[in-house]
């Protein structure tokens, strides 16, 4: 079992940054995918970056060249660096686990096939 705790939303400015933090507890034996999805209301799920055990990391096609996906192993923490916001990204932000899928079939995964999500924090971009 994975325990997941998102931190870090907020309402910025278009052009502005937030930097999210997943605190992960329990079998975190660093063999998990990771990565975080979003949900804006009246939109499905969908996967903004990913990041496998070995450290390599993938990205939806919005979000490249702005946000950066990283993780402290040591301690068991997942990071999204999130610049040059829009509006658009406006949305409830999850911090997902996952042991059997890799960080590219994570990436690209049904929300409902997926191990371990957090509660989610909040991100509001205004215009």
């Not at 975080?36 to 970056?49: D, L, N, S, T, Y």
């Not at 055990?53 to 702005?66: L, P």
């Not at 829009?86 to 409830?92: H, L, Q, S």
């Not at 932000?93 to 909040?122: F, K």
């Amino acid at each position: 079992q994975v325990h997941l705790v998102e931190s870090g939303g907020g309402s910025v400015q278009a052009g502005g940054s937030l930097r999210l933090s997943c605190a992960a507890s329990g079998d975190t034996n660093n063999r998990y995918s990771m990565g975080w999805f979003r949900q804006a209301p009246g939109r499905e799920r969908e996967g903004v970056a990913s990041i496998g055990a070995d450290g390599r990391t993938d990205y939806a096609d919005s979000v490249k060249g702005r946000f950066t996906i990283s993780k402290d192993n040591a301690k068991n923490i997942l990071y999204l660096q999130m610049n040059s916001l829009k509006p658009e990204d406006t949305a409830m932000y999850y911090c997902v686990a996952d042991e059997g899928r890799s960080w590219w079939l994570l990436l690209r995964s049904r929300p409902d096939n997926i191990d371990y999500w957090g509660q989610g924090t909040q991100v509001t971009v205004s215009s």
